[in-house]
């Protein structure tokens, strides 16, 4: 894994020399329009009118990754996404170029003064999208194109809950992560271990569906389109739903309408609690960018959730 800096002293002038081998186009305009974790995300004008979008990502390899999974998701779902038109890599740069969504991300504090109503059709429209994913299976848990664990508990313990664990106690004993924060994660792990494990099947998942990558009409709240999966793989259909609650979108109720829609296990909440933690942690040890602020706010509902469930199973 080789981690890059993209900022715009490498990637803005390559683009037109790339799009012209690419697409056998030119560049009127191009300007930054955001980013997350992983990359930024450019908005790429080109002399034939069409708009596309280009994003240069952190760790070299992910457009490949974020390739493959765009095409199986858009696929298998009613809801637009991004089409690949290339990647692109050098030494110095990992780009992924992509047809333009439309709209503005939910993230946009806009949205939270919408109406009762615009926001439940909001959530109806997002979770129906993602059934249509959990509605695909597959009979081994793991990565999209290499699935071959029997057992979901088997795949995150082995690939996730395990090293993550490992990597966070070593930066506690090196004063890097909080020991406050790695007593919950532990105390939780144990719960959660303990847990019977019920029989889920390996269901498609995008992996990182916050309100951030769910695209939607600034006038409306019309949902345009999803965007940037990571982490796409054979899951257990609740561990696609942390996101759901991660930044504001418990505001939106989207995890409160999947359940109308679908229902879970016994412990989902418990659960779906506690990947987020796990994996809002984990963005220290694999190039991401953590927010302490929806690291709080997940450790603050793990913490009620971890209460609930030790009072209950007393």
């Known amino acids: 894994m080789k981690i890059l800096d993209n900022g715009n002293k490498h990637v803005l002038p390559l683009l037109p020399a790339i799009i012209a081998e690419k697409l056998n186009k030119t560049i009127t305009d191009c300007k930054l329009i955001g980013g997350g974790s992983f990359g930024r995300v450019y908005k790429v004008q080109l002399s034939d009118g069409q708009t596309i979008a280009v994003k240069a990502y952190r760790i070299q390899g992910s457009q490949h990754q974020e390739a493959e999974q765009l095409r199986i998701l858009s696929a298998n779902t009613n809801v637009p996404m991004p089409q690949v038109l290339f990647t692109f890599e050098d030494t110095q740069t990992a780009l992924l170029a992509m047809s333009f969504a439309g709209g503005q991300n939910v993230l946009n504090p806009l949205f939270l003064f919408k109406t009762k109503a615009q926001k439940q059709k909001f959530a109806e429209d997002v979770i129906s999208g993602m059934l249509c994913w959990h509605r695909v299976e597959n ?176």
């Open 139 to 314: 009979e081994n848990f793991g990565t999209l194109s290499n699935a071959v664990y029997e057992s979901w508990y088997d795949f995150y313990r082995t690939e996730k809950q395990i090293p993550w664990l490992a990597a966070l106690r070593k930066l506690t004993e090196n004063g890097k992560f909080s020991p406050k924060k790695m007593q919950l994660l532990t105390d939780a792990t144990a719960l959660f271990n303990a847990l019977p494990e019920e029989n889920p099947t390996a269901v498609l998942i995008h992996g990182d569906l916050n309100i951030m990558n769910i695209m939607a009409d600034t006038k409306t709240m019309q949902l345009t389109a999803f965007i940037d999966p990571c982490g796409s793989m054979w899951a257990d259909r609740e561990y696609d739903l942390f996101q759901l609650r991660n930044m504001w979108g418990d505001a939106f109720g989207l995890y409160a309408t999947y359940k109308k829609k679908y229902p879970l296990s016994e412990y989902a909440d418990f659960r779906v609690a506690y990947y987020a933690a796990m994996h809002e942690a984990s963005m220290r040890l694999n190039g991401g960018l953590h927010t302490p602020l929806w690291e709080d706010m997940n450790n603050a509902r793990l913490k009620k959730e971890l209460r609930k469930l030790k009072e209950k199973r007393i």
